[in-house]
């Protein structure tokens, strides 16, 4: 099957610096990624829906302006938590669809502790 | 609105069968989807039903009747490896994806 890699696996941070988590899909090109987070013990989020050339929409409650998102290829979105907080402590996870059957394929999630 | 139902949690006994309900209400439908997903890894694609019926696939099987707004897994055989959580989506007119919250399923030997 497809698959998709995201980078850091997972990253420590101070609160208020800021961390970029990198989404690519490694042999199919994906014009939409899609970008989760999720709490323990609870179920996926969407955050937002990256879109490859123009802007990435976000969800309600989401601010855009605190979560970066930028498709800048067919291949590669980035997720950049500005800076973060302990409250931004989660597992993000993205996920790209495949055009032929709509399955989606995901990354392996990005584990964020802001201290 | 939108909506996916599905129990919180399921025990079952290593060997016996599990059935996961779900059952749905979207704006629009373009499948039903079922993901695995064990604590602190990435979820995990195991079907897909935009058709009314069962599939079969090794000893997971899912159905869909797109009438009733239903779909449930079945695991047969069940594993100890088996314990995770299994999630259910819909996919809307917008060919965006709409998750339940998931159905803890615990294997008791």
């Known amino acids: 099957g497809a698959v998709v890699s995201q980078h850091p696996s997972w990253v420590i ?31 996926l989020m969407l955050m937002a829906t990256s879109n490859e050339g123009s802007k990435a929409t976000y969800e309600q409650g989401v601010e855009k302006d605190k979560f970066l998102i930028n498709h800048a290829s067919l291949t590669l979105s980035t997720l950049t938590v500005t800076s973060a907080h302990p ?29 | 609105g939108q909506n996916i139902d599905q129990p919180t949690e399921m025990t079952a006994t ?20 079922w993901y695995q997903q064990h604590a602190g890894e990435a ?8 058709l009314d019926g069962l599939e079969e696939k090794g000893r997971f099987s899912s159905f869909l009747s797109r009438s009733k707004g ?12 088996d314990s995770a959580s299994y999630l259910c989506a819909a996919m809307d007119s917008n060919y965006q994806l709409i998750w339940g919250a998931g159905t803890k399923l615990i294997i008791k030997p």
Not at chain 1, 24 to 37: E, H, K, V
Not at chain 1, 89 to 113: D, H, K, V
Not at chain 2, 14 to 26: H, L, M, P, S
């Open chain 1, 13 to 43: 941070c101070k609160s208020g610096t800021s961390v970029k988590i990198e989404c690519r899909s490694l042999d199919f090109q994906a014009t939409t990624m899609f970008w989760y987070r999720q709490f323990p013990k609870q179920s």
């Open chain 2, 43 to 50: 979820p995990t694609f195991l079907s897909y039903n935009v």
């Open chain 2, 14 to 33: 290593e060997g016996a069968i599990v059935q996961i309900n779900c059952t749905y209400q979207t704006s629009g439908f373009n499948g039903l989807f």
């Open chain 1, 87 to 115: 409250e931004d402590s989660s597992f993000y996870i993205c996920s790209a669809p495949l055009r032929e059957n709509n399955e989606q394929f995901f990354g392996p999630g990005t584990r964020l502790t802001v201290l």
């Open chain 2, 70 to 81: 239903y779909s449930y897994l079945l695991l047969k055989e069940l594993q100890m490896k």
